[in-house]
Each structure stands twice: as structure tokens, then as C-alpha cells.
């Protein structure tokens, strides 16, 4: 690191780690400027092959492509889907509903209680570009956003 630093931290061709840009900027870049694997990379394999992630990144984009970036109670969310009559817009609630599903492995049923304990697990969580927010609540129930997320 310390050569890394001394040759004036070059820029490196590496896409920015969520949150963690310091150890980005440090850690990733010195071992990517040595030559050597950038560290991130096994850690994508390692993501791709866990089921939470793919499930979690399922239900963001498809919460995303049908809902935008408007916040709602996880009761609300679900009914407006099934209720969906807009021919354009039923498909993407299909999808939905079955990223919702899938996350929710433990029972054939959608339980907004647990799904909302879960969720809350996953709070600013990136995954595919896109993250849970929390977004206050409304008669004392959570309201739910997601937002896009911009990556470099």
C-alpha cells in the first residue's frame, strides 16, 4: 500500500464497492495497480450462487419496475398488484407478486408481518443496483421504497 501511495495512488479500472469507498480506493486499488485480483471478483461468484441474494435482488427490480420509486406498506404493495387490472401494467404485477413468493420460501402464503421482519433485515442493502429504504411509517406500519442506485 505503501508503494501504491507513494506512486500517487494511480486511478485503477475498477467500479466503486457500494459503500465502501475508502476501502475501495485503498485496499482494492493497491492489489489491482500490484497486478494482482481485485477482490471483488470472487466475491461476486460467492453472490451469485447464494439464493437470498438472487431472491432479494428479484423482488427489488420487480418492486422497482412496477411500483417506481413510491413508497408503500408491504399490505398495500402486495393487494395493488393483485388487484391490478391495467393490462400494461398486470404482468409487471405478476412479477412482482412472484419475487415476493420467492422470498418468501417459509410458507405458500404471504405473511406482510414476517416479510416486513425480513425486509427490515435487508434495509440499504444493494443488490443489483437497487435498495430497500424504509421510508417512515404510516399508521404505525412500515412504509417501503426502493430506490435505484447509482454505481460507478
Not at 489491482?32 to 427490480?61: H, Q
Not at 433485515?121 to 412500515?142: A, L, M, P, S
Request: aromatic content about 12%; overall charge positive.
Amino acid at each position: 500500500m505503501r508503494a501504491y501511495h507513494v506512486a500517487a495512488r494511480p486511478k485503477q479500472q475498477i467500479k466503486q464497492f457500494g459503500r465502501f469507498e475508502d476501502w475501495s480506493d485503498w485496499v482494492r486499488s493497491s492489489l489491482v495497480w500490484l497486478e494482482m485480483e481485485d477482490p471483488c471478483t470472487s466475491r461476486k461468484e460467492i453472490e451469485e450462487k447464494n439464493p437470498v441474494s438472487k431472491a432479494l435482488g428479484f423482488l427489488l427490480g420487480a418492486w422497482y419496475e412496477y411500483l417506481g420509486e413510491f413508497s408503500y406498506t408491504l399490505k398495500k404493495a402486495i393487494s395493488k398488484a393483485q388487484e391490478e387490472k391495467d393490462a400494461e401494467l398486470k404482468e409487471k404485477a405478476d412479477v412482482f407478486l412472484d419475487a415476493i413468493k420467492e422470498l418468501c420460501v417459509e410458507s405458500k402464503e404471504i405473511n406482510t408481518r414476517s416479510l416486513g421482519k425480513k425486509l427490515s433485515n435487508f434495509k440499504k442493502r444493494i443488490e443489483n443496483g437497487y435498495c430497500f429504504e424504509n421510508y417512515g411509517k404510516h399508521q404505525g406500519v412500515d412504509l417501503w421504497l426502493v430506490k435505484k442506485i447509482s454505481q460507478i
